[in-house]
């Protein structure tokens, strides 16, 4: 597979093998996901660094998450917003578009502002979660070293740990079954608890995902986790030990399949022979 | 004499005896022999409370302040201390930062828990902290 891009960077980009080897020593879930998902798509990605427009819906997840740390961070001070406070907040993390431009369809900003707004003012008022709350970590970066299990690294921001539970923030177009969730989520999940229990040296009480479901009226949906069981840790470790050695064989075909619609990779993959 | 010289050498024995027996030698940790290392249903050591980060060792997580020991990893200790020193931090300071924060000093921080001080300590200091850091996404080279 052709693998050449030229950098117009001063500093000489990195091999292709120099990537592969970076990606194989430390894993994340975002990383082990896309690969699940489709090999040619973590190819494009994270091998060949292909960037794409941010699209209106990752900008909303991005401010509302924003959001939704700056009150986590400020009850964790013991020092909470209040709700002109987190206005603001929003304000500033909508501007922020952190170097990549949105492409806006007309009038599609304002509305999907005034979305991203009723998302945090449906949070605030439905989580039930006390200003006067103190959390135990509030995005935190934790990493596990797995190679006395003959594997890398694993690496991960927990967005917030609250009384022992580990709570993901997640928004959503359509009201997510809490079944099948809990499966698609399995892989973020269990890395999650592998961190969380290394950094405590103990086991989380359970894992929550705090889906914000953008529809007309905002909701939102609470799945509950309970702790990952050894079954679950043993599916991680062998999913790992796949990626490394997918990547260690170079093996990027694509998946074809119904997530290919929504993929910004699509045209890219046409042509991939 | 010949009484005499029988105690002479009882005392000696009872002497080295004594010596051997108040040197006991190697004994497993009565706290944690047989918890660490555990095969899972895998065959793989489980993930207990023996894992690491940065690959570096790190003291036991629920070990009390004792002297010079810290809870968290190598590596989180050597980047507390960097950030201190070139940052020129009042070392009070950080320690009353941890007491705030989490109700423990710098030393008792378990590695979550430093983890987090460290992301405070770098936003003190105008630099980026790490959990908003992302994956550069450079273009590669053949």
């Known amino acids: 597979m052709s693998t050449a891009i030229a950098s117009p960077a001063e500093a000489p980009a990195p091999t292709v093998s120099e990537v592969i080897s970076h990606l194989q020593k430390k894993v994340s879930a975002s990383r082990l996901n896309a690969f699940l998902q489709c090999r040619l798509k973590f190819f494009f990605r994270y091998v060949q660094g292909l960037t794409k427009p941010k699209t209106a819906a990752l900008h909303v997840g991005t401010a509302v998450h924003s959001v939704l740390k700056a009150w986590n961070k400020a009850r964790w001070k013991t020092q909470p917003l209040s709700l002109r406070q987190l206005h603001n907040e929003f304000t500033k993390a909508w501007k922020d578009t952190e170097g990549e431009p949105v492409e806006w369809a007309e009038g599609e900003e304002a509305d999907e502002q005034a979305t991203g707004w009723r998302l945090i003012e449906t949070y605030i008022r439905e989580s039930n979660i006390s200003p006067d709350t103190k959390p135990d970590a509030v995005e935190v970066p934790v990493e596990t070293d797995l190679h006395q299990h003959g594997l890398p690294t694993l690496i991960g921001v927990l967005d917030l740990v609250q009384a022992g539970k580990i709570i993901d923030y997640k928004t959503a177009g359509q009201t997510p079954n809490t079944e099948r969730v809990a499966h698609a989520n399995e892989v973020q999940t269990s890395i999650y608890a592998v961190l969380y229990r290394d950094a405590k040296a103990k086991r989380e009480i359970g894992i929550e995902l705090h889906h914000l479901v953008k529809t007309r009226n905002p909701k939102l949906v609470i799945t509950e986790i309970p702790p990952m069981s050894d079954q679950q840790q043993t599916r991680l470790f062998h999913l790992i030990e796949s990626y490394i050695n997918g990547l260690d064989m170079r093996d990027f075909v694509p998946s074809p399949g119904l997530q290919c619609v929504s993929c910004e990779f699509f045209n890219e993959c046409r042509r991939w022979a | ?142």
């Open chain 2, 1 to 142: 004499m010949a009484a005499q010289k029988a105690g002479e050498l009882y005392q000696l024995l009872q002497t080295a005896v004594d010596g051997e027996i108040q040197h006991v030698g190697w004994m497993p940790n009565s706290e944690t022999y047989g918890m660490n290392n555990r095969p899972s249903s895998n065959g793989h050591p489980s993930n207990g409370s023996n894992g690491n980060g940065n690959g570096n060792h790190r003291a036991a997580a629920s070990a009390p302040n004792n002297g010079d020991r810290w809870n968290m990893t190598d590596g989180q200790r050597g980047l507390v201390l960097r950030v201190i020193n070139e940052n020129n931090l009042d070392k009070n300071e950080v320690e009353g930062m941890a007491q705030q924060l989490f109700g423990v000093g710098v030393k008792e921080l378990d590695k979550m828990q430093a983890s987090q001080l460290i992301e405070e300590l770098l936003e003190k200091v105008g630099k980026k902290p790490r959990g908003q850091r992302r994956w550069s996404r450079q273009p590669t080279r053949t």
